[in-house]
């Protein structure tokens, strides 16, 4: 059997200088710096963020670098180091939404969201990114590419949103913006909240209400594997991952209508109203009796229970509880499986192998339709694991797969 790629994160130097290249050779001058954004991994609470639930994102080693220089006109040009020959370019002067196609039209976007929002200032620009973020994985290699636009956009400019946590919200915005008006792919920000607001070390628990401050929207939880004798495998199915083909977009929208028939603003509403209840059991079964379809209910259903886990492994992870931890990724992805139906064969069956083979959990992580599951395994397993998950894959037919070790890392930054 062949043996199973992991992916490496590019270093920080690496980096720094393949992206400066890249700009030099395509457009002949010195970029204004570099800057860099990572993917994600989401431990639990998965497909909550649109329903006002919660999130316990990580941002992953593995990074999106981007070299930078503004224009004094309106022209964006594009270099990535998928095709260093291809040059993508628009024009922002009279763009609208939907403008751009292919991948010029998250960063594009950025931009076009920036003035759309009353950044006048924001003009132009080159840029060349390079990433060791694996595309249509599910790890967010989007957001990645978004929020190191904005973040680099607000930097040239002066614009200081990047140097604070609120601050940071406002430019998460205008990368979910890109992401859902521009390029079409619809997005609830947990993606971008982790890639801009992550540190190392640590999950953050990303509450999603409406209205929150940026304090009381995120707190910090230690995710510290190595205390733990732990390591969280990420394999990547290379099932075809996309999120623009209408199954997320008509999930969001039984959610909303499930929402609006209990007479609740979102899921996350009916959540607390069920988790309140002296019996939540009882109450939850009550509530999914008033919905009028069974596909309807059990969308309600995984919403509620994923959102009740989050806090609930938060608490088992920080007692050292690995059983009960590893219980709840099971639980969700059941319930991605099962209620939700996002999940493929190549998602399902590494779930099987994994679990199999000694880990404590093993769920799919992102939007799911391909991409990419977690499993929490002892130090030292990942790569046997994987390789026992590339073994199955071999047989069955499948497209091999890749493999990282996830490690909580720190958001965007400059880095040059």
């Known amino acids: 059997m062949t043996s199973v790629t992991f992916i490496e994160p590019i270093s920080h130097d690496d980096g720094v200088a393949r992206a400066a290249a890249l700009f030099r050779a395509t457009f002949g001058q010195e970029p204004a710096g570099v800057w860099a954004a990572p993917g994600r991994v989401n431990l639990i609470g998965e497909h909550t963020d649109y329903n006002a639930g919660l999130c316990l994102p990580i941002a992953l080693p593995h990074r999106t ?14 270099v990535s180091d998928v095709d260093p020959t291809a040059v993508a370019g628009a024009e922002l002067d009279g763009l609208k939404a939907r403008g751009v196609s292919g991948w010029a039209a998250y960063p594009t976007g950025v ?22 973020v694996p595309l249509g994985s599910g790890l967010s290699s989007s957001a990645a590419m ?12 002066g614009l200081g949103h990047g140097a604070t946590d609120e601050g940071r919200v406002t430019l998460i915005d205008m990368a979910i913006r890109s992401e859902n008006e521009m390029a079409g792919a619809s997005t609830g920000g947990l993606d971008q909240n982790a890639s801009m607001r992550c540190t190392a070390g640590h999950a953050i628990r990303l509450d999603c209400r409406p209205g929150l401050s940026a304090v009381d929207s995120v707190s910090q939880q230690e995710f510290d594997l190595e205390k733990h004798g732990l ?23 039984t959610c909303e209508q499930a929402a609006a028939i209990l007479g609740d603003p979102h899921l996350r509403a009916t959540a607390e109203r069920i988790a309140a209840s002296d ?50 990724f ?24 994994a679990r199999a ?57 400059r880095e040059a």
């Open 111 to 132: 931009a076009w969201a920036m003035r759309e929002a009353g950044f006048d200032q924001v003009r132009g620009f080159d840029a060349a990114y390079v990433s060791c």
């Open 65 to 78: 670098f981007l070299a930078l220089r503004p224009r004094e006109d309106t022209t964006v040009r594009l």
């Open 231 to 253: 390591e969280l495998l990420v394999v990547d199915t290379q099932a075809q991952h996309q999120l623009n083909d209408g199954q997320y977009e008509q999930r969001r929208r």
């Open 357 to 413: 083979n000694g880990a404590y959990g093993a769920r799919m992580t992102g939007g799911g339709f391909g991409g990419s599951i977690i499993a929490l395994v002892d130090k030292g397993r990942g790569q046997q694991v994987a390789q026992l998950i590339a073994d199955e894959f071999a047989a069955r037919g499948f497209h091999a797969p890749r493999a990282l070790a996830a490690v909580a890392s720190a958001s965007a930054g």
């Open 279 to 328: 019996d939540p059991q009882a109450a939850l079964a009550a509530v999914l009796d008033r919905l009028p379809d069974e596909t309807m209910r059990r969308r309600v259903r995984h919403v509620v229970t994923e959102i009740g886990r989050v806090d609930e492994f938060v608490a088992a992870f920080a007692a050292g509880d690995i059983a009960e931890s590893g219980r709840l």
């Open 330 to 353: 099971n639980a969700s992805h059941d319930s991605l499986r099962d209620d939700y139906e996002v999940t493929v064969d190549e998602l399902d069956v590494a779930v099987d192998v």
């Open 146 to 157: 978004t929020c190191v636009t904005a973040l680099a956009l607000d930097d040239v400019h």
